[in-house]
C-alpha cells in the first residue's frame, strides 16, 4: 500500500516540475532597469487584442511599445479584469491603464494625459433589425459593459437629459463583463442593440461579414486618454513629452493609420493645460526620430480598414496550449499544497482542544460560505490595502494559488473527516490491543481506508477544481479560458470558446479516468 502512494506521489511531482518550469517564463519574471507595465482589457480591438499568433497588439500598445523604446524601459502588456482596474493602478500592479479609456465622467480619479483620440458611444443592432434610429429603442433591451462610457452616457450622474429619458424609455439595460458577452446576447436574441464606443463597434461591423449594423445618431462623444495613479505626475509627463515627439516625427499618425483610426487622433501641442490644471510639456527634442518622413503622416490616405483575421481551428488550438499550461499550473499546485492543509485542517477540526476546533470551524464556514473570486481578490489586494505592503508583480501567481489552495482545504478538510468518522471505532480499539500507536494505528489502518471511501467527492472536487481555474483573471492571470475569450474578441468568433470547452472535457475525462483507477486499485479494502 505505502509503496503504491509512493507512485503516485512520484507522478504529482513529476508533474508539478513541469508546470514550475512552466510558470517560470510568466511576465512577472521579466527582469529590466525599469518597467512600464500597462493595464489594457485584450478584448477590445483595435485597441488591445490577440492576434492569431497568440502576440497581444492593438493600437495603444504600439504607442506604448514605441514610448517604452524611445526611452529605454520595457513594455509588459498585462491584461486585466476590466472590473478591478481601479485595484490594480492604486496598488501598484500596473503603471497606467492605456487602453481607449474614457476621461469624460472620470476626470477627478486619475492624473491624465492630454487627449488623444475622439470618442463616441454609438449603437449597434442586427442587420436585419428595424431599430434605425434612438428613438426606436423604446421598450428594447440594450446592452452595455459593466463600468464603460456607455453607462455613463446612459444612466451616470453627467448623462444628459436626452439620454436618461432614453433610457428610461428602454425595457432593459443589461450590464455584461466584456464585449464578447455584449455581441453573444445580440446574436442569440437575447438584447436587441449593443451601445459602445465607436472604434470598436467598427471593427466589430468590418469583421461581421454584414451580420450587424450601425445606426447614424450617437449617444455621446468624449476622448481618450491615459490614466495614471492619482499624483503620478512625473511618469505622465515623461509619456506625454514623448507621445509629443511621436507626433512630431509623424511615428503617432502613422501609428494611427496603421489601425485604422486616423480620422479619429486628436493628440496636439496646443493642448498646455492637463486637466487637473498642471502645465503639459513640450516634446522632448531628444526623443524625436530623424527621419526622411519627418511630419508626412498618412493623414492624406486612404484609412485603412483593420478586420479580424480568422484562422484555423489548428491554430486555436496551439494559441489556447499557452493558456492550458497555466491552467495545468494552477491546477497541480493547488492540488499539492491543499490536500495536505486539509489534511493537517482536519486534525484541527477534531481536536479535543475546544478552542482549536472552533477555529478551525470559523476557517471552513467562511472558505465555504464566500465566494472563491472574493478570496482571490483579498488574497491579492490584501497586502497592500489591509498592512500597506508593495507587492512584488510576480506575486500575481503566487496569490493565485494562495488563494485557491486556501479555499480547497476547507472543502478537502470536510471530506477527509467524514472519511476518518465513517471508520469503525472497533478497528482503533482493535490496533491499540494489538500494540500499534496513535500515529501507527492512523497512518497504517485509519487513513488507507478513509482514502478508500472518500475518493468519489475527492474526484468531484478535483474536477469542479479543473473548471475554477477560470477564475484566476480575476487576478488578471491569463489561463485557458481568458486566452479563449481574447481570442474571440480579436476574431469576432464563437469557435474558441466551444475548443476551450473541448480542451476543458479532455482534461476532465482525464482526470476521472485517472480517479477512477485509483479507486479500482484500493478495491481490495471492500
Same mark, same amino acid.
Not at 150 to 168: C, Y
Given at each position: 500500500?505505502?509503496?503504491?502512494?509512493?507512485?503516485?506521489?512520484?507522478?504529482?511531482?513529476?508533474?508539478?516540475?513541469?508546470?514550475?518550469?512552466?510558470?517560470?517564463?510568466?511576465?512577472?519574471?521579466?527582469?529590466?532597469?525599469?518597467?512600464?507595465?500597462?493595464?489594457?482589457?485584450?478584448?477590445?480591438?483595435?485597441?488591445?487584442?490577440?492576434?492569431?499568433?497568440?502576440?497581444?497588439?492593438?493600437?495603444?500598445?504600439?504607442?506604448?511599445?514605441?514610448?517604452?523604446?524611445?526611452?529605454?524601459?520595457?513594455?509588459?502588456?498585462?491584461?486585466?479584469?476590466?472590473?478591478?482596474?481601479?485595484?490594480?493602478?492604486?496598488?501598484?500592479?500596473?503603471?497606467?491603464?492605456?487602453?481607449?479609456?474614457?476621461?469624460?465622467?472620470?476626470?477627478?480619479?486619475?492624473?491624465?494625459?492630454?487627449?488623444?483620440?475622439?470618442?463616441?458611444?454609438?449603437?449597434?443592432?442586427?442587420?436585419?433589425?428595424?431599430?434605425?434610429?434612438?428613438?426606436?429603442?423604446?421598450?428594447?433591451?440594450?446592452?452595455?459593459?459593466?463600468?464603460?462610457?456607455?453607462?455613463?452616457?446612459?444612466?451616470?450622474?453627467?448623462?444628459?437629459?436626452?439620454?436618461?429619458?432614453?433610457?428610461?424609455?428602454?425595457?432593459?439595460?443589461?450590464?455584461?463583463?466584456?464585449?464578447?458577452?455584449?455581441?453573444?446576447?445580440?446574436?442569440?436574441? !437575447?438584447?436587441? /442593440?449593443?451601445?459602445?464606443? *465607436?472604434?470598436?463597434?467598427?471593427? &466589430?461591423?468590418? =469583421?461581421?461579414? #454584414?451580420?450587424? @449594423?450601425?445606426?447614424?445618431?450617437?449617444?455621446?462623444?468624449?476622448?481618450?486618454?491615459?490614466?495614471?495613479?492619482?499624483?503620478?505626475?512625473?511618469?505622465?509627463?515623461?509619456?506625454?513629452?514623448?507621445?509629443?515627439?511621436?507626433?512630431?516625427?509623424?511615428?503617432?499618425?502613422?501609428?494611427?493609420?496603421?489601425?485604422?483610426?486616423?480620422?479619429?487622433?486628436?493628440?496636439?501641442?496646443?493642448?498646455?493645460?492637463?486637466?487637473?490644471?498642471?502645465? !503639459?510639456?513640450? /516634446?522632448?527634442?531628444?526623443? *524625436?526620430?530623424?527621419?526622411?518622413? &519627418?511630419?508626412? =503622416?498618412?493623414? #492624406?490616405?486612404? @484609412?485603412?480598414?483593420?478586420?479580424?483575421?480568422?484562422?484555423?481551428?489548428?491554430?486555436?488550438?496551439?494559441?489556447?496550449?499557452?493558456?492550458?499550461?497555466?491552467?495545468?499550473?494552477?491546477?497541480?499546485?493547488?492540488?499539492?499544497?491543499?490536500?495536505?492543509?486539509?489534511?493537517?485542517?482536519?486534525?484541527?477540526?477534531?481536536?479535543?482542544?475546544?478552542?482549536?476546533?472552533?477555529?478551525?470551524?470559523?476557517?471552513?464556514?467562511?472558505?465555504?460560505?464566500?465566494?472563491?473570486?472574493?478570496?482571490?481578490?483579498?488574497?491579492?489586494?490584501?497586502?497592500?490595502?489591509?498592512?500597506?505592503?508593495?507587492?512584488?508583480?510576480?506575486?500575481?501567481?503566487?496569490?493565485?494559488?494562495?488563494?485557491?489552495?486556501?479555499?480547497?482545504?476547507?472543502?478537502?478538510?470536510?471530506?477527509?473527516?467524514?472519511?476518518?468518522?465513517?471508520?469503525?471505532?472497533?478497528?482503533?480499539?482493535?490496533?491499540?490491543?494489538?500494540?500499534?500507536?496513535?500515529?501507527?494505528?492512523?497512518?497504517?489502518?485509519?487513513?488507507?481506508?478513509?482514502?478508500?471511501?472518500?475518493?468519489?467527492?475527492?474526484?468531484?472536487?478535483?474536477?469542479?477544481?479543473?473548471?475554477?481555474?477560470?477564475?484566476?483573471?480575476?487576478?488578471?492571470?491569463?489561463?485557458?479560458?481568458?486566452?479563449?475569450?481574447?481570442?474571440?474578441?480579436?476574431?469576432?468568433?464563437?469557435?474558441?470558446?466551444?475548443?476551450?470547452?473541448?480542451?476543458?472535457?479532455?482534461?476532465?475525462?482525464?482526470?476521472?479516468?485517472?480517479?477512477?483507477?485509483?479507486?479500482?486499485?484500493?478495491?481490495?479494502?471492500?
Amino acid at each position: 500500500m505505502t509503496q503504491k502512494f509512493k507512485r503516485i506521489a512520484k507522478v504529482i511531482m513529476l508533474m508539478a516540475a513541469v508546470v514550475v518550469s512552466v510558470c517560470l517564463f510568466t511576465p512577472g519574471n521579466v527582469n529590466a532597469a525599469e518597467k512600464f507595465i500597462v493595464g489594457f482589457d485584450a478584448s477590445f480591438p483595435p485597441y488591445g487584442s490577440v492576434d492569431e499568433n497568440g502576440e497581444y497588439v492593438g493600437f495603444d500598445l504600439d504607442l506604448a511599445q514605441e514610448v517604452c523604446d524611445r526611452n529605454g524601459w520595457t513594455l509588459v502588456k498585462q491584461p486585466i479584469d476590466w472590473n478591478t482596474k481601479d485595484s490594480e493602478l492604486n496598488a501598484g500592479n500596473i503603471s497606467c491603464i492605456w487602453n481607449g479609456f474614457t476621461m469624460n465622467g472620470r476626470e477627478d480619479k486619475y492624473t491624465w494625459s492630454t487627449p488623444y483620440i475622439d470618442n463616441s458611444q454609438v449603437v449597434i443592432v442586427n442587420a436585419d433589425s428595424d431599430i434605425n434610429k434612438l428613438t426606436d429603442l423604446k421598450g428594447k433591451r440594450v446592452v452595455v459593459q459593466a463600468d464603460s462610457s456607455a453607462l455613463a452616457a446612459l444612466k451616470g450622474d453627467d448623462a444628459t437629459e436626452n439620454n436618461k429619458k432614453l433610457a428610461s424609455s428602454m425595457k432593459e439595460i443589461i450590464e455584461v463583463a466584456d464585449y464578447n458577452t455584449a455581441f453573444m446576447n445580440l446574436e442569440s436574441g !437575447v438584447a436587441d /442593440a449593443v451601445c459602445m464606443d *465607436i472604434g470598436v463597434a467598427s471593427y &466589430k461591423i468590418n =469583421s461581421s461579414d #454584414g451580420k450587424f @449594423k450601425m445606426l447614424d445618431e450617437k449617444i455621446s462623444s468624449e476622448e481618450y486618454g491615459i490614466g495614471f495613479k492619482k499624483g503620478n505626475t512625473k511618469l505622465r509627463d515623461e509619456v506625454q513629452k514623448t507621445l509629443f515627439a511621436m507626433l512630431e516625427d509623424g511615428t503617432y499618425d502613422k501609428i494611427a493609420n496603421d489601425w485604422g483610426l486616423s480620422e479619429s487622433t486628436c493628440l496636439s501641442e496646443e493642448d498646455t493645460k492637463y486637466i487637473d490644471g498642471g502645465a !503639459v510639456p513640450t /516634446a522632448d527634442p531628444s526623443k *524625436i526620430k530623424k527621419t526622411d518622413n &519627418k511630419n508626412t =503622416s498618412d493623414n #492624406g490616405s486612404v @484609412k485603412k480598414v483593420v478586420k479580424a483575421k480568422k484562422t484555423s481551428v489548428l491554430n486555436i488550438v496551439k494559441q489556447l496550449s499557452r493558456g492550458m499550461a497555466a491552467t495545468l499550473g494552477i491546477f497541480v499546485f493547488t492540488l499539492i499544497f491543499s490536500m495536505p492543509l486539509g489534511l493537517l485542517l482536519t486534525a484541527v477540526r477534531m481536536s479535543k482542544i475546544k478552542i482549536l476546533e472552533w477555529l478551525a470551524k470559523i476557517y471552513i464556514s467562511i472558505m465555504r460560505g464566500t465566494p472563491l473570486m472574493l478570496q482571490l481578490l483579498v488574497v491579492f489586494y490584501g497586502p497592500h490595502y489591509l498592512l500597506g505592503i508593495k507587492v512584488p508583480y510576480s506575486y500575481r501567481f503566487y496569490a493565485v494559488i494562495i488563494g485557491f489552495s486556501l479555499n480547497y482545504a476547507a472543502y478537502f478538510a470536510e471530506i477527509f473527516r467524514s472519511g476518518i468518522q465513517s471508520i469503525p471505532v472497533g478497528q482503533r480499539e482493535a490496533a491499540t490491543v494489538l500494540g500499534y500507536s496513535r500515529t501507527g494505528t492512523f497512518f497504517k489502518i485509519i487513513f488507507p481506508q478513509m482514502v478508500k471511501r472518500i475518493m468519489p467527492p475527492v474526484t468531484n472536487e478535483v474536477i469542479t477544481l479543473v473548471k475554477d481555474t477560470s477564475l484566476a483573471f480575476a487576478l488578471a492571470y491569463t489561463e485557458m479560458f481568458t486566452v479563449a475569450q481574447q481570442i474571440t474578441a480579436s476574431q469576432a468568433s464563437i469557435m474558441p470558446l466551444f475548443v476551450a470547452g473541448l480542451f476543458y472535457y479532455i482534461f476532465n475525462a482525464l482526470v476521472a479516468y485517472i480517479m477512477e483507477f485509483i479507486e479500482k486499485k484500493l478495491d481490495y479494502y471492500r
